[in-house]
């Protein structure tokens, strides 16, 4: 059934956003524009949350999906990292608008091996490199800008496995710490790009209920900056 513009302006604004870290680091900011969540996703098993705001509520999806659900409208606004933006607007180019850099959940996108493996001696040979990861996007436009070729192999997680068992040479993942590289005898090479997450805003809701966003974005600008 479609919804009269009255019902529209009626209806709560939806954020879309991960639990875990991205969750996480979300509360301090609705904090500062005065909303709480009452609910945690980690006990919760339920999926939308209602916030102290009757006029916002929570989706919760996984973080790769945050930019679909936004994209399509079913979502006002999300909250995605760099690298899972990279990745979906290779696939859905324009679309999304992103206002502000929140500055959480920060960590960078880096090239590792396997401790021992001689990766400019490879680059500088020219040979072809075997490069597992869940960042093809930004592992192609990498390895492009350098001139080096790659034979890029798609995983969905737990990529430092890939050098250990012979499946590549290396690998393009997310460090913060480095204790998952460390536990697993890989070592950074090379540094891709930092990496933050971001707000992200539907380019129609953005049009249609601009004065309702208006002063979640300000608020969140001024918490995050
Ligand atoms: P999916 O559930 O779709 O597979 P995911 O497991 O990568 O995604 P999270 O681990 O919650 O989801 O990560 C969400 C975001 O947090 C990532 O997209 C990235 O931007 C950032 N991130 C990932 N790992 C770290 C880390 N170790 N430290 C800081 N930020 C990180
Ligand atoms: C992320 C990423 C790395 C790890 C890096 O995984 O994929 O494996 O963090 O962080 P570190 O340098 O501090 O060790 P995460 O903890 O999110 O687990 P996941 O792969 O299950 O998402």
Do not use: W
């Not at 399509?72 to 324009?94: N, T």
């Not at 809701?205 to 002063?215: D, Y």
Request: charged residues 20%.
């Amino acid at each position: 059934m479609t919804q009269t513009p009255e019902q529209a302006a009626q209806k709560p604004l939806t954020l879309a956003l991960s639990k875990g870290r991205i969750f996480e680091e979300t509360l301090p900011l609705l904090a500062a524009a005065g909303i709480e969540v009452p609910e945690n996703p980690e006990q919760s098993r339920k999926l939308i949350l209602p916030t102290t705001d009757p006029g916002l509520r929570l989706i919760i999806v996984r973080a790769s999906d945050v930019p679909t659900y936004v994209q399509y409208g079913a979502a006002d606004l999300g909250i995605a990292g760099k690298d899972v933006l990279i990745e979906h607007s290779a696939e859905h180019p324009g679309g999304l608008y992103q206002p502000i850099d929140l500055n959480i959940a920060k960590c960078r996108l880096a090239v590792a091996v396997r401790e021992g493996f001689d990766y400019r001696a490879a680059v500088h040979q020219g040979a072809r490199l075997r490069v597992a990861t869940k960042y093809v996007q930004a592992a192609r436009e990498h390895f492009a800008a350098k001139g080096v070729h790659v034979d890029l192999i798609k995983l969905y997680g737990s990529m430092e496995l890939a050098p250990l068992v012979g499946l590549a040479d290396a690998i393009v993942d997310l460090v913060s710490t480095g204790n998952t590289l460390r536990a697993n005898n890989l070592v950074a090479v090379e540094d891709i790009m930092p990496i933050s997450s971001r707000l992200i805003v539907n380019q129609a809701a953005l049009k249609t209920r601009g004065a309702r966003l208006q002063p979640l974005l300000d608020a969140f600008a001024r918490a995050s900056a």
